[in-house]
């Protein structure tokens, strides 16, 4: 039996991304030595955090059949005969996502939350 896949069935799984960002900027006044005159600086307290609900993200899904049939023998393990449905072990990894998405910054990582302090002066 043959059925027709619906649009978008090979295509990656989509990704789950959510961030936020919190910061506060504050103005600093201080008295500068004998001059009696006050300067001012300013700094910027940040926080952002990525990926924030830590959600698996999966790389893309595995479309190559491997090759199944036996090449000496009839019975080799996991192989089939010409006109035979592929079996789960003969199919090997086809059609799952195996894998996330290997980068180590940007989209597809675990949660990273960094938090900086800037002083302008």
Do not use: C, H
């Not at 896949?5 to 989509?14: K, L, V």
């Not at 000496?72 to 192989?79: D, P, Q, V």
């Not at 449905?85 to 894998?99: I, K, L």
């Amino acid at each position: 039996m043959f059925a027709n896949p619906r649009i978008g069935a090979s295509s990656p799984p989509s990704t789950n991304w959510r961030s936020t960002s919190s910061w506060k900027a504050t103005q600093i006044a201080f008295a500068s030595g004998d001059s009696g005159k006050s300067r001012g600086a300013s700094g910027e307290l940040r926080l952002e955090i990525f990926n924030i609900f830590n959600a698996t993200n999966f790389a893309g899904i595995v479309g190559t059949l491997p090759n199944a049939l036996p090449s000496a023998s009839l019975t080799e393990a996991n192989k089939v005969q010409p006109g035979q449905p592929y079996t789960a072990g003969a199919a090997g990894t086809f059609g799952r996502a195996t894998s996330t998405v290997g980068t180590t910054v940007g989209i597809g990582t675990n949660r990273q939350i960094q938090l900086a302090f800037r002083l302008n002066f």
